[in-house]
T-cell receptor, first 112, second 113 residues
C-alpha cells in the first residue's frame, strides 16, 4: 500500500543534542510538509517542499532545518533541541500544493 | 488572511445522539478538509469538499460545505463510542496571497456509552 512512513516513531534526546527525524513516502507526491503538534493543539506548519523548492514559515525557529534529497525522502533536523521542542512531529505529503494531505504516523520527540 | 474557527472545541455526548460540529472560515476558500485524530496518533483524512453544496458521507459522519456562508459542518448521526476523537477542519485557498492550509483548533469529541 502507498504510504507515508516516519522514523523513528519515538525519539528521546537530551537538551542541546542534535536530532534528525526522517520521513519517506511511496505516494510519489511532489509536496512534503513538516508539522509540529503539541498536546491539545492544532498542527503547526514548520516548512514544506514543493519538489525541490523549500518554503520556510516565517515563525519557524532557526533551530529547525530540513532536507529533501529526493522525491521520496525528507528530513527534519533540530540542531539544539530545547525543552519547548518536545512535541509530535508529523510529516505529510500531497500531490500539488495545499491539496489533500496524507499524514505519516508521527514521531514523538521527548527532550530531557 | 485566512482564519478557521471551529466550534465547539469540546463536546461530550451520549451514544445514540446526533450532533454537529461547525467550521467557519474568514475568506474565500476553494477547498475544505476534515481530519480525525485519535489520542497519540496522526491525522486521518475523512473528507475533501471542493465546491459549494458539496456533501459527503461515510458511515455515521456527513460533511457539507456552504461557500457563500463560509461554513462547513460535520454531522454525527447516532453517535457510537468509536467516534470519540479530535476532529480538525482545515481550509485552503490558492486565491489568497498567503497560500496555505489553515487548521482549526480541533473539536475534542467524547462519546459516553
Amino acid at each position: 500500500d502507498a504510504m507515508v512512513i516516519q522514523n523513528p516513531r519515538y525519539q528521546v534526546t537530551q537538551f542541546g543534542k542534535p536530532v534528525t527525524l526522517s520521513c519517506s513516502q511511496t505516494l510519489n507526491h511532489n509536496v512534503m510538509y513538516w508539522y509540529q503538534q503539541k498536546s491539545s493543539q492544532a498542527p503547526k506548519l514548520l516548512f514544506h517542499y514543493y519538489d525541490k523548492d523549500f518554503n520556510n514559515e516565517a515563525d519557524t525557529p532557526d533551530n529547525f532545518q530540513s532536507r529533501r534529497p529526493n522525491t521520496s525522502f525528507c528530513f527534519l533536523d533540530i540542531r539544539s533541541p530545547g525543552l519547548g521542542d518536545a512535541a509530535m512531529y508529523l510529516c505529510a505529503t500531497s500531490e500539488g500544493k495545499w491539496n489533500e494531505q496524507f499524514f505519516g504516523p508521527g514521531t514523538r520527540l521527548t527532550v530531557l | 488572511e485566512l482564519k478557521v474557527e471551529q466550534n465547539p472545541l469540546f463536546l461530550s455526548m451520549q451514544e445514540g445522539k446526533n450532533y454537529t460540529i461547525y467550521c467557519n472560515y474568514s475568506t474565500t476558500s476553494d477547498r475544505l478538509y476534515w481530519y480525525r485524530q485519535d489520542p497519540g496518533k496522526s491525522l486521518e483524512s475523512l473528507f475533501v469538499l471542493l465546491s459549494n453544496g458539496a456533501v459527503k458521507q461515510e458511515g455515521r459522519l456527513m460533511a457539507s460545505l456552504d461557500t457563500k456562508a463560509r461554513l462547513s459542518t460535520l454531522h454525527i448521526t447516532a453517535a457510537v463510542h468509536d467516534l470519540s476523537a479530535t476532529y480538525f477542519c482545515a481550509a485552503s485557498s490558492r486565491m489568497n496571497r498567503d497560500d496555505k492550509i489553515i487548521f482549526g483548533k480541533g473539536t475534542r469529541l467524547h462519546i459516553l456509552p
